[in-house]
């Protein structure tokens, strides 16, 4: 049936989550010789300071900005531990070198160095609304730049209907990478038509600074309609397909976490509702709203779907 979405997306900055609450989750494969060579580098220091960025105010969150402290200190990332106080465990990750590889079904395969990146895309501002799976939420001001400005780079293939996120995994680094039952490396998907939505970000950096090791630096993705598990952090690799992925909670718990994963408070969790969420700060309580108070951009990708699983 028709879905009807107010304008939610608007929010004032006084919504945002504070910086140290926001940042914080997953995981790392394969980042070359130059990282497993120095497991012990804080990694914050080898991350130079972001280009100039302006606020992109188009998408105001409705909200209070998140204390920087809380957002930085409060974070999923399996990778470094299933606990949220993994911050100083994840400084162990270094940040450069770094490399991203865009490859499959394109016609220019590149690799690129975060530093490239940096300097040749259109870096901006955004305060988005971050809403975890497990109920709580906090507004970000994220750096970073709009995936499409990628695609372009490498320009998809007619074929491709599907992207791939593959995160970094570093033994030696990863405390969490010695949890053999997990399948490694973690693993996130969306749709060609979900990453060439305009709100569909890379994320270099928050609250104006390199973005920190445990909140996914020093790249990371985010799709803010969906539940927090969706976006890959430091990210490693991006493929193109016209399969679709089986992401990493997916395999782990289908019956739990699905490949679509937008946010709806209608649509419970098997082992809890989904109709508020806990504000990571304040500890207010507040309502939920559908895609996450997106809606006005993204409800049109799902026209047509109505037999997908698209809550989950």
């Not at 901006?124 to 499409?148: D, H, I, K, N, Q």
């Not at 969490?176 to 997990?182: N, T």
Request: overall charge positive; proline content about 9%.
């Amino acid at each position: 049936m028709p879905i009807r979405i107010p304008r939610g997306w608007e929010i004032s900055e006084a919504e945002a989550t504070p910086e140290h609450l926001v940042f914080g989750r997953r995981k790392a494969m394969g980042l070359g010789a130059g990282l497993l060579a120095a497991p012990g580098l804080a990694a914050a220091q080898g991350a130079p300071a972001l280009p100039p960025a302006m606020r992109n105010t188009r998408y105001a969150p409705g909200r209070d900005i998140s204390a920087e402290r809380e957002a930085t200190t409060f974070n999923n990332y399996y990778e470094f531990g299933s606990h949220k106080s993994i911050s100083r465990e994840a400084q162990r990750l270094p940040q450069r070198p770094w490399t991203v590889k865009v490859e499959g079904m394109v016609e220019t395969p590149r690799e690129f160095g975060i530093d490239d990146l940096l300097r040749n895309m259109p870096i901006e501002e955004r305060v988005y609304r971050l809403r975890c799976v497990e109920a709580w939420s906090m507004v970000v001001p994220w750096t970073g730049f709009p995936l499409s400005a990628l695609l372009a780079v490498v320009k998809p293939l007619a074929s491709a209907r599907f992207v791939v996120f593959e995160t970094a995994a570093v033994p030696g680094v990863m405390p969490g990478l010695r949890q053999s039952w997990y399948p490694w490396p973690y693993i996130e998907g969306c749709t060609i038509a979900e990453a060439g939505n305009e709100l569909s970000f890379m994320v270099v950096g928050a609250y104006g600074k390199p973005l920190p090791p445990q909140n996914g630096g020093p790249i990371r993705f985010h799709q803010p309609w969906k539940y927090g598990f969706k976006a890959g952090k430091s990210i490693v690799r991006i493929t193109l397909t016209d399969r679709r992925p089986v992401s990493f909670w997916e395999r782990i718990q289908p019956q739990e976490y699905g490949f679509w994963a937008n946010v709806n408070p209608e649509v419970s969790h098997p082992r809890w509702s989904q109709a508020s969420e806990r504000v990571i700060g304040t500890n207010e309580r507040i309502p939920t709203r559908l895609f996450n108070g997106y809606g006005e951009f993204v409800a049109d990708l799902y026209t047509g779907l109505q037999n997908e699983r698209l809550w989950a």
